[in-house]
């Protein structure tokens, strides 16, 4: 259903947008009395678009019981680590917005990876439908880009790339060893939509590359997200894009 480009001043700017789209989606929803399954993506990039729904007039305006979340990845770490994922969305949003404590599920960071890599796939499956085929098809999975083009916690040449039949699996950060929990491809390539959120001249040279040879097998797991029914849309700010 085609890429889709939103190319923004600053990282400020995006966020602002971002905001917008997302209100906007969560109502169409509510509208029809349903609820929009949402995978997080965590890292940096995603603090300013929380710090702005946590505000006016998206806090009190956004119907919050009709947003039911996940996150695409965690770090097997407990929930008040600062590298925790659900931490940061805690920190920025959850604690400010009226949402059902039962429309959250976060990765337990704390309990060993090989179990909870078991456990999540499983509250995944119960609670996200699949749209016909074998796995979960999510509404909307928000992902971000490393430096190196990892994406989710799946990173350049790691075994998982390949995982085919799993909806998680335990990751490794490359350089620091850290056990992360990460829904896999066929679980990222089955969403109704998938965006990216992508700041910064660090991420320039690989988005340069994924725009110029996306077509072209390259080593980037960011460059493997193509839903097969489903929107992408890559959300930049023009310091990582300056050539769009
Ligand atoms: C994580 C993320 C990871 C992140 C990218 C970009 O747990 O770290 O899910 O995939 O999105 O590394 O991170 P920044 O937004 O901090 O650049």
């Not at 077509?215 to 839903?227: R, T």
Request: aromatic fraction near 10%; include cysteine; hydrophobic fraction near 40%.
């Amino acid at each position: 259903m085609g890429k889709k480009y939103y190319l923004f001043e600053d990282s400020a700017e995006l966020a602002a947008q971002l905001a917008v789209d997302f209100k906007n989606a969560v109502e169409e929803k509510a509208n029809s009395g349903e609820s929009l399954t949402i995978a997080l993506s965590g890292g940096h990039t995603p603090k300013a678009f929380f710090e702005i729904l946590a505000e006016p007039p998206y806090r009190e305006g956004i119907p919050w019981k009709n947003v039911i979340f996940f996150w695409g990845d965690e770090r097997c770490v407990p929930p008040d680590n600062d590298e925790s994922n659900y931490k940061m969305t805690n920190i920025t949003l959850l604690s400010h917005i009226d949402i059902p404590a039962g429309n959250i599920h976060r990765v337990l960071g704390e309990d060993p990876p090989t179990n909870e890599a078991l456990r999540y796939e499983k509250v995944i499956g119960e609670n996200v439908s699949s749209g016909g085929n074998e796995f979960p098809r999510f509404d909307w999975i928000f992902l971000g880009m490393g430096d190196d083009g990892h994406t989710a916690s799946l990173f350049p040449g790691a075994h998982n790339l390949k995982e085919m039949q799993r909806i998680c699996v335990v990751a490794e950060h490359p350089e620091t060893g850290q056990k992360r929990v990460s829904i896999t491809f066929p679980v990222i390539n089955n969403a109704k939509r998938v965006s990216f959120l992508v700041a910064g001249e660090a991420k320039a040279p690989v988005f340069k590359e994924i725009l110029e040879k996306g077509s072209e097998p390259l080593p980037y797991p960011a460059s493997m997200v193509e839903p097969q029914n489903g929107v992408l849309e890559w959300y930049l700010d023009k310091a990582a894009a300056p050539e769009l």
